[in-house]
């Protein structure tokens, strides 16, 4: 069994040791209900909100003017006077048609704020995934470009 209060616990630590100039965004990989008890653990350690951020970017590119819109800015935005931005339901990152990358844009945010996302995929050989191969929305990136807390193992891969 997890106990998701050591793991929030480590991972409260570890954003409050980051600096933002590291660039790696803190990734909690595993199961759904994991992810979401850990997420609420650091919200509780913290005080900082968990921020949907399906919905925060969905509104923003809807009430966009401009054709072309800065997805790492607008989640730069969010919650401003928090130092730690907590992200929990990415996955619109991983959308084909906003022609992004969604680690790209995770790492971008962590260089100007501590950040801490639920990772909606697995981690696979010190690789992070989300979607088959053979899916429009598959993500296969590097895992030690970002700090992954992998809930699926109870082990925690700090690089």
Known sequence: MIDHALIARDAVNLLDSMSVSSGKPVLLVGD?????????AIRDASGATPINLNIELSQALVNATATVVDIAAVIWALVPSSRILLLDRIQLLMLPQLRINAL????????????????????DHSRLRYANPDHPECVDEDASRALVLDMSINESIHR
């Open 32 to 40: 759904d209900a994991d992810r979401r008890s850990v997420m609420d």
């Open 104 to 123: 790209d844009v995770l790492c971008r945010v962590a260089r100007r704020r501590v950040l801490c996302a639920s990772w909606p995929g697995r981690l």
